[in-house]
Structure formats: C-alpha cells, structure tokens
C-alpha cells in the first residue's frame, strides 16, 4: 500500500517551454502532497504544500508564478513548470500523506536545453 | 521549528559488518522521526518511522532505529550490511500530531558504501 507514482520519469525541454510534471496516489487519498527539489549530492528542498481543493502554500524563495501547482483530486497534484530555464533543471520529487505519514514518488528528472 | 542533524556524510563499511548511522533532531513539540533511503536516480522509501508507542522500530530490510528522547536522536542501525544496502539515508523529522500540513525536515544525508 502507500504507492505513489510520478510522471514523467524523466524530461527534456527547449529553454522557455512549460513541462508538467504529475504526481499520483495510487490506493490511497491524499488532501496533502508536497512538492520538492533536490540538487545532486543534496538533501530534498521543499518547495510548495498541495491542498487539495485550494492554493498550493510556497515555501520562501519559490517562485509560485513561475511553479504553478494544482491539485484538483484527491489522487493528483501537477506541477507545471513554466517558461523552464536551464538553471531549472533539477529532480523534482512529490509526497503524498497519509496518516503521519509522507510516502515518496520516484522523481522526475529535467533537463532544460 | 523542527531540525535534523546528520553528522556522517558518508560511512564506510565493509559488507557483514554492523553499521550505525547517526541522527539527532531538535524540537520544542513532539516529533513524528523518519529514516528513507534513496538509492541512486530515485525517489525516497521509507524505511521506517516512530509516531507513538515502542522506542525500538524495527523497518525493512533488516533495519531498525531507536528514539531516545532524552538524548534527542533517532539512529539507525543494522547488525550486518550487504552490498546492496549502498545508498544514500536520509533523516526526517516532522512536528507530531498528525497535523495534515506538517512539513518533513530532512537532514543532509549520509552515504552508505558498503565495500566487499
């Protein structure tokens, strides 16, 4: 149980395209998923909390224009990022919660050209 | 605020050895403690977690952590490693009380390498 899928896998974009990245709970319901960033050899930055049903809550220093995230079901939340630059490539990993609990997608991998 | 501390880096080992990685954490609120392990090019498993109740957890793979409050840490611990336990751990610590929006502190991570 507890299984947690991402999709892509893995991407690469032209500089200033928008790349979507999704982050599904597969046998479990999620009101809360989260967003990360992780820089090779580093630990997970957190970037945004995903509501379902409401506004994403950023973490300082995240630009939400430029990380848009939408969580319209229990099961789903996107990240989009948008107008990717090469500095954006990174692999963006979500959570989902259930109880107390924080279960790990496999990551997505971008790379902006 | 919640803080991890994760003093190794990196922990040499060679395999069938015992090894122990180190984790202490700092918090004015009870804690929800949390070891994943990443293995390269993928997300976080959980390995295993202490909410409430016994201070020895016992996860996956053989495993195992103990909280101690009084001397604020979390380590983790397996009697002997195998070659395919080389990986990066990964520390977590979240206020507890099951609060839906609490956020995971992670520490910086230690490398397991185990050597044959």
Known sequence: ?113 | AQSVTQLDSQVPVFEEAPVELRCNYSSSVSVYLFWYVQYPNQGLQLLLKYLSGSTLVKGINGFEAEFNKSQTSFHLRKPSVHISDTAEYFCAVSAGGGGATNKLIFGTGTLLAVQP
């Not at chain 1, 899928?5 to 690469?12: F, K, N, T």
């Not at chain 1, 032209?14 to 479990?28: A, H, M, N, P, W």
């Not at chain 1, 945004?48 to 809550?57: L, Q």
């Not at chain 1, 109880?99 to 997608?105: A, E, M, R, S």
């Open chain 1, 1 to 113: 149980g507890a299984v947690v899928s991402q999709h892509p896998s893995w991407v690469i974009c032209k500089s200033g395209t928008s790349v979507k990245i999704e982050c599904r709970s597969l046998d479990f319901q999620a009101t809360t998923m989260f967003w990360y960033r992780q820089f090779p050899k580093q630990s997970l930055m957190l970037m945004a909390t995903s509501n379902e049903g409401s506004k994403a809550t950023y973490e300082q220093g995240v630009e939400k224009d430029k990380f848009l995230i939408n969580h319209a079901s229990l099961t789903l939340s996107t990240l989009t990022v948008t107008s990717a630059h090469p500095e954006d490539s990174s692999f963006y990993i979500c959570s989902a919660r259930s109880g107390g609990t924080q279960y790990f997608g496999p990551g997505t991998r971008l790379l902006v050209l």
